[in-house]
């Protein structure tokens, strides 16, 4: 096999494994394909394959089409998965930007604004608001760090939903929250 | 008494108490003195004594000298009163600019943020994370609405601090949440 055919083939391949999974790294298909991670961006190039940031932008809008309760602009994060009234996966690139001072830590409002507005797009109401969060700080997240969030209905009863969302950095657990959210419509204030 | 000694009378009224209540509005104090809000502003003018955001601004940059644990800009309303290790009060004058835009209230992360960097601001210690959260909205704030948060230590255990925090609006409670921060010097990631 000459050099041509090689590098159709690997472009086939190549082509095959984003589809399947549209999150994976340009460092990680080097890594799978033994090859610099400059080949790969040239092969994205040519075969007309957005980078990584350009296609997580891509699903999440696609997916965003789907939510109610919250506008995506008001989203914290990049929605990558959802079947409203049950459950959703979101991602969020911290950096420099979302950090205290003192202790170079992200912030706590930011990790709960991506909790928050996750449970708020799972719900399957026209508007929600938050009435109750319990919420628990595993351990401190720095800037660089991906966030994974997933949420879950686990019970709905009359206009309130239950929510829990986890959130991880390297499938390790940093954020659990427990958010009951009331539908609006049926909403009254006190 | 003429109207220039009835002036002079007034104006030093107005001094002592606007001394003794740095946030009262000048709509209040027309209301005090029966004269028109336009003339308040004229009194204030020649005496010198800065409009109400400024006067807030003021005892605020004043106050957060003793913070310790969060540094000014990254806190979220304006402190107005503190005793570090015990107790503090902060306002924030909401804005469309916090507003979900479906619902036209006020994002539960930035009442979050309010309470969070509160509860970090009254903390005796360096830095500060957020351990625990659980957080209760009691009704919709609208934008417009002045939050005045106070935040009170209940407990401490070794490097931990239980903070109670309420936000009212007009006297009526419309948050509650209680908060356990770890001081990071002696804080370690599991």
Redesign the interface.
């Known amino acids: 096999m000459n050099n041509r055919e090689k590098k159709v083939q690997r472009q086939s391949k190549l082509q095959e494994i984003i589809k399947s999974n549209p999150f994976i790294t340009d460092e990680e298909l080097a890594d799978k394909f033994k090859i610099s991670v400059q080949t790969i961006r040239l092969d994205r190039l040519e075969l007309g394959i957005p980078e990584l940031r350009e296609r997580i932008k891509n699903v999440a809008e696609d997916k965003f089409s789907k939510v109610k ?3 995506g602009r ?1 989203f ?1 994060g990049e929605l990558i998965d959802i079947t409203i009234g049950k459950n959703a996966i979101s991602i969020l690139d911290t950096d420099d930007s979302l950090v ?4 170079k ?1 992200v ?3 930011h990790i ?2 991506m909790a ?2 996750l449970a708020l797009a799972i719900v399957d109401a ?15 997240v720095y800037a660089g760090e991906r966030l994974v969030a997933k949420g879950e209905i686990v019970r709905t009863r009359g206009n309130k939903f239950f929510v829990w969302v986890f959130i991880y950095v390297n499938q390790q657990e940093v954020f659990r929250g427990k958010f009951i959210l009331v539908s ?1 419509d049926e ?1 009254k ?2």
């Open positions: 309760a919250i506008v008001e914290v205290f001072e003192k202790t830590v912030k706590g409002q709960y604004a928050e507005t026209k508007a929600a608001l938050t009435g109750v969060a319990n919420i628990k700080y595993k351990r401190p609006i909403c204030e006190e």
